[in-house]
């Protein structure tokens, strides 16, 4: 067995004096920490996964996104580049280096970034539970206005988060659609443009109408022809070949005749400026156009499709408990503290009791 005494003295400097230690820290110097707590999720209008325990519906929103996109919410608070963006507009590094702040608990005014981002492992804590899909951050500083602050603000930039990645996939889900749909137009507006260029170059509208007007002028000077030759052969009965009004007939009847040969020819002749040739080079840019404007369509009705099913993957982030600011510190837990410090003391106390009392008995 130790002596009385020895084993006072162990007491006294394993036990007593580290436990006033503690207490004389938790009480006199640990600086108080102010908790700020927020609890978000993510959903999406219209989605075909399964029903969660979380209910969303009160919210007027669908159901709750994949587990994924929420753990990208995640990694997101917790990145670097969270971290620039608070230290630049909140500065982070100020506030936990303060000289008001205990030595135990402040950080070095000469901590670099990556030194400041290992830091606030311990001060922000984002979790996610995938049983209600509820993301949930809890924040800690030395001020709870400034708990309350920094904590909107991370919200807020989650916010711009989701937003970003809502018009990345937006813009990757319809990028392909919409060069089908730019190619489609300059296909329809060169079909229309060919089309008038070639209505302008031979003054016609279209080819059926043309067809119309040539078809007309035929019958006409038909009816002419047949009433002059009509007349003609009544006259040659009656007045001698060479008789003057005979020869002026056979002349206007000769010219009706070409006329006649000349409107046939223009309308399926082989002239390049004939009807027929004409119709033909105006019913393939006709077509051209038509198929143009077929794609145009289709494309267009393609693009949209895209655009709905796209709208249908929005993600919004949902607050589902605001950021709160605390009324008193909740950190560091005072009695806990000291009654854990005073068992893990006790422990050491009794086991090195044990040692010193096995070394005496064997020497």
Sequence with gaps: ???????????????????????????????????????????????????????????????????????????????RDMLHYLEEKYHLHDHYSSSRIDWWARLSNTASFEDLHQYMANWLLVTYDTSSKLIRIDLQTFDANYSKTV??????????????LNAKNAADQTRFFEQK????????????????????????????SESTVVLGNITALQGLLDKDASEFDSLAKTLTANAPRLQQMKSDIDSLKSQISVEKDRLSGTSTASVSQLDALYSDLQLGLELATTMYTSNLAQLEQARIEAARKIKFLVVVA???????????????????AAIV???????????????????
């Design 1 to 79: 067995m130790i002596k009385f005494g020895q084993s006072k003295i162990l007491f006294l400097f394993a036990f007593l004096i580290p436990l006033f230690g503690f207490i004389y820290y938790e009480l006199v110097i640990a600086s108080d920490r102010y908790l700020s707590e927020a609890s978000i999720t993510l959903s999406r209008a219209s989605t075909t996964t399964a029903p969660t325990t979380f209910n969303l519906a009160f919210l007027g929103l669908g159901g709750s996104v994949d587990d994924s996109d929420a753990l990208s919410v995640v990694e997101f608070i917790m990145s």
């Design 151 to 164: 904590l909107d603000a991370i919200v807020a930039k989650s916010q711009d988060f989701i937003d970003s």
């Design 181 to 208: 749909m730019t190619e489609s137009e300059t296909r329809l507006k060169e079909a229309k443009e060919a089309l008038l260029t070639f209505q302008r170059a031979n003054r016609l509208l279209t080819t059926q």
């Design 322 to 340: 605001a950021p709160s600011i605390a009324d008193e510190s909740r950190y560091p837990s005072r009695p806990y503290v000291i009654i854990t």
């Design 345 to 363: 003391l006790f422990a050491i106390y009794f086991l090195g009791a044990l040692i010193l009392s096995i070394l005496r008995e064997h020497s």
